[in-house]
């Protein structure tokens, strides 16, 4: 009996229905490996909470949380920038292992608010060097400079059943490097929600500059409304 050969069709129609098949699975493969990147995230933030009540506990029930920059309503993620600890800086200073990895989302492309990234260094230094958080906290309280002492950050009971921390959004584009569909908001109860992009004001954000539109702050208003 003769050995069947295959043919330069018939190994055309493998290839073929292969190129297929991949591409049915890949973006299945996409999707859930983002939906566990955003489990990940979502821990992240609860961990954040724990540790800020932990802060809050420790330093007279303060939390982490402020808005500044030109009488703007401004969220911030910065860890260290100039010579200072700011922000979520506080609570690195206060628990520098426990806020190692916690601060950043699997998810995040962009170099600037990555983890350990050539753009954004860590450990953060608190001479010259910036380090950036992937996460926004709830512009609640204004005050206009960085080294603001602790006793003017918002209390607990101010904070109550509004959102912490949140994904960054400060830009519409800080978006699209992410979780493109939307973002997570972690609550001062310490549950976090996903907000669909479609479902909340978004655009158009603006961005440093420019000050900040009515929709900015209109998307802290949707998630504090909707817990």
């Known amino acids: 009996m003769k050995d069947k050969k295959i043919t330069l069709i018939e190994l055309l129609v493998v290839v073929a229905i292969l190129g297929i098949l991949v591409s049915i699975l890949l973006p299945a493969l996409g999707q859930a490996r983002e939906k566990v990147k955003r489990s990940v995230c979502?821990?992240?933030?609860?961990?954040?909470h724990t540790m800020a009540t932990i802060f809050s506990t420790d330093n007279n029930n303060k939390l982490i949380a402020y808005y500044g920059l030109n009488n703007t309503k401004q969220s911030n993620y910065f860890i260290s920038k100039g010579n200072k600890y700011i922000?979520?800086?506080?609570?690195?200073?206060?628990?520098p292992?426990?806020?190692t990895g916690i601060?950043?989302?699997p998810s995040e492309t962009n170099a600037n608010f990555s983890f350990s990234t050539s753009d954004n260094l860590w450990p953060p230094k608190n001479a010259g060097e910036k380090t950036r958080s992937a996460f926004n906290m709830?512009?609640?309280k204004f005050i206009n400079r960085d080294d603001y002492d602790i006793s003017e950050l918002p209390s607990i009971e101010d904070m109550a059943d509004l959102p912490l921390y949140t994904d960054n959004f400060i830009?519409?584009?800080?978006?699209?490097?992410?979780?493109?569909?939307?973002i997570n908001a972690g609550y001062?109860?310490?549950?976090?929600?996903?907000?669909?992009?479609s479902s909340l004001s978004l655009s158009?954000?603006?961005?440093?500059?420019?000050?900040?539109s009515v929709p900015y702050q209109a998307v802290w208003d949707e998630i504090a409304e909707n817990p």
């Open 42 to 48: 979502k821990s992240n933030l609860r961990q954040l």
């Open 171 to 182: 830009k519409s584009t800080n978006l699209d490097t992410r979780h493109f569909e939307g």
């Open 204 to 212: 158009p954000l603006t961005s440093y500059g420019s000050f900040f």
């Open 97 to 99: 292992d426990e806020l």
């Open 103 to 105: 601060l950043f989302c």
């Open 138 to 140: 709830y512009p609640y």
């Open 87 to 95: 922000n979520f800086g506080k609570l690195y200073k206060e628990y």
């Open 188 to 197: 001062t109860d310490g549950h976090v929600k996903w907000f669909s992009k």
